[in-house]
C-alpha cells in the first residue's frame, strides 16, 4: 500500500475517533525513516492509545502491519510506527512542550549554503 494511502486512512479514523488538531507533516526531503507524520491531541491517556489501537486495526484490515507502538496508559505520548507514516498521539501539554510542527518545519540548508556558527 502507497505510503499517501495509509496517510488517508490515518486520517479517516483519527478523525472519526474524535482526534483533535490533526496536523499532517511532509517530512520527505527532511528525514528518511518516514515520509509523513500525523500529530493528533487525544483528551485522556486512555483516548490515545485507543487512536492509536484503532489506526492499526483498520490498517491491519487492509494488510498493513504496523511496525511498534510506543506508549502506554499513564503516557502523554503514544508512537505508532506503520513505516512510511508515524503517527504522534499526544495529550495537549505534550504536544505544547514538545511542538513538533515547529521542529519539523524548519527548511534544511541550501547546497552549497555555509551554516552560520
Known sequence: MQ???????????LDERKGQNITTLDVRGKTS???YMVVVTGTSDRH??????YVSEKLKENGVKPLGMEGDLGSDWVLLDLGDVIVHAMNAQAREFYQLEKLWSVEGSKEGEQKAS
Open 3 to 13: 505510503a499517501e494511502q495509509i496517510l488517508k486512512i490515518v486520517q479517516d479514523v
Open 48 to 53: 490515545l492509545k485507543s487512536l492509536c489501537e
Open 33 to 35: 525513516f518516514t515520509d
